[in-house]
Each structure stands twice: as structure tokens, then as C-alpha cells.
């Protein structure tokens, strides 16, 4: 069942936050866990003795993100279509190691953008000599891992109220300079959406996400912005292709660029 409009004549907003965790509670959006830390304490007990932590479920969780998807798909798309007529442009006659290899250079530097860097995962194995090999967590699944964080970001916002209050009205354009975190979102499924594709062309990594539909585009007239034209040169300096990233792909939704 889709929660949209669920609790529809509800103030969430302005609802005293028991009462609201109370009603959640009774429709099933949110539901209590226990939280074991993670420390080396030898006596933690277990199950734990504690309150329970509440936190949404997964259903009204997934439902925002993907009504926000659907809402704003223009504003993705936008930049998305700017962005590949612009790489067509600039791979046109090139070979196939030549394509791939400009490819990898704006699939590198948006995906970097877009991760967060304080966070480093690493695999380290060993093989039947006991000798060990380090590799690194891809680039599509550590914004993997950045989405569903994201998504919880989401429904802690008051995004979630409106969305559960059918409040449709409340999902503007106009919302999208003044929200933060909706802006972010916009952002990082931009950047998302295009280093997918890019994946799906050229095989960088394996792709952990689940694949969409292939979907068609007319040549789109409601790509309002003129996207500039990358300067024809044989390389593009790491300069020059992140400065176009970042005026391109995130230049139009103000101070929402990722941090």
C-alpha cells in the first residue's frame, strides 16, 4: 500500500512528538530496536535490557525517496541529457580507447565529488599462501551505501510529514532552493543517474544497484538551460572537467552542491 496521504487531516508538523510517534507507531511506520554497541565491553547482555530505539520502517522510508524520484524526475533528467549531448559531442569520431578513456575521467571526478571523504572502505584478502591483497570499495558501492543514508535523511526530514499528510501541494520547485536536503538529493541522483549510464557503457566496476528499465528520449525541449560546450581539447585537465561538473551538473540548484 502506498502511504501517500496515509494520515491525511493529521498536523504531523505540528503534532506533540509522542503522539505522533504513537500514531506512526499504530500504522505500522515506525518500529522499535535495540541498539548494541559496538564496544569491547565483555559484559553487554543480550537481547539488550534497554529501551528500544524508534526508527522508521523501510516502506514509508522507500516510498518517499521513490515519490521524490518521480516528482522531480525533471530536474534530474535535465542536467542527466545536457550532460551526455555535450560527451556525444566531445567523443564524436574518437576511437574506443579514446572514448573510454575521457569517459573514465568525468566518471572518476564526479563519483569522487560525490563521496564522502572521510568515510574509506578497504577488502583485504589472502590467498592460499597467506599472502594478503588490498582493494578498494567500488565507487558505485560506497554511493550505494551514501543513498540509503540518504534515504534515511529523507524521512527525518519533515518531507516525510507532508508525504504522509498527501500534502502535494508542499512538493514545489520552489522547495527545492529552500530544502537542503531535498536539494542534495536532487544533486546526488544526478550525479547518480549519469555515472550509471557511464558504468553501463564502458563496464568500470561492477554495478551493485539494481539495473532500470531502458528508457527513451525524444531530443527533449524541456532542457531549458543551454549547457556550455566543453572545450574541444585532446585531454581535458582534472580542472577543466570538474569546473564543467560542477557548473553543468549542479550549477542550477544554488548552494545545493555536494560537500
Do not use: C, W
Not at 56 to 68: D, K, N, V
Not at 229 to 239: G, R, Y
Amino acid at each position: 500500500m502506498d502511504p501517500f496521504g496515509l494520515l491525511k487531516g493529521h498536523d504531523l508538523t505540528n503534532m506533540d512528538p509522542m503522539d505522533r510517534q504513537r500514531l506512526l507507531l499504530s500504522h505500522g511506520l515506525m518500529e522499535p530496536i535495540h541498539v548494541i554497541a559496538l564496544t569491547a565491553e565483555p559484559k553487554q547482555v543480550f537481547p539488550p535490557t534497554g529501551p528500544p530505539v524508534m526508527r522508521y520502517t523501510q516502506h514509508p522510508t522507500i516510498a518517499l525517496h521513490s515519490f521524490l524520484l518521480d516528482r522531480y524526475i525533471d530536474l534530474i533528467d535535465g542536467p542527466f541529457l545536457g550532460f551526455f549531448h555535450d560527451f556525444n559531442e566531445e567523443i564524436f569520431g574518437l576511437g574506443k580507447k579514446k572514448s573510454k578513456k575521457l569517459a573514465l575521467q568525468y566518471y572518476t571526478l564526479l563519483a569522487d565529488s560525490m563521496i564522502t571523504k572521510s568515510i574509506r572502505f578497504i577488502r583485504v584478502q589472502k590467498d592460499k599462501s597467506g599472502i594478503e591483497s588490498v582493494s578498494n570499495i567500488g565507487k558505485l558501492e560506497m554511493l550505494d551505501g551514501q543513498r540509503n543514508t540518504l534515504k534515511d535523511n529523507l524521512a527525518n526530514s519533515e518531507l516525510l510529514d507532508h508525504y504522509l499528510m498527501g500534502d502535494e501541494g508542499h512538493f514545489s520547485i520552489d522547495l527545492v532552493g529552500n530544502d537542503k536536503t531535498l536539494g542534495h538529493f536532487i544533486d546526488f541522483e544526478t550525479a547518480l543517474k549519469i555515472l550509471l549510464s557511464l558504468n553501463h557503457s564502458y563496464g568500470f566496476e561492477a554495478n551493485p544497484f539494481s539495473v532500470p528499465q531502458e528508457k527513451t528520449f525524444e531530443e527533449p525541449n524541456q532542457v531549458k538551460k543551454t549547457i556550455p560546450k566543453i572545450k574541444k581539447t585532446s585531454v581535458l585537465s582534472d580542472e577543466e572537467a570538474l569546473d564543467y561538473l560542477l557548473k553543468n551538473v549542479f550549477g542550477s540548484k544554488g548552494d545545493t552542491k555536494p560537500k
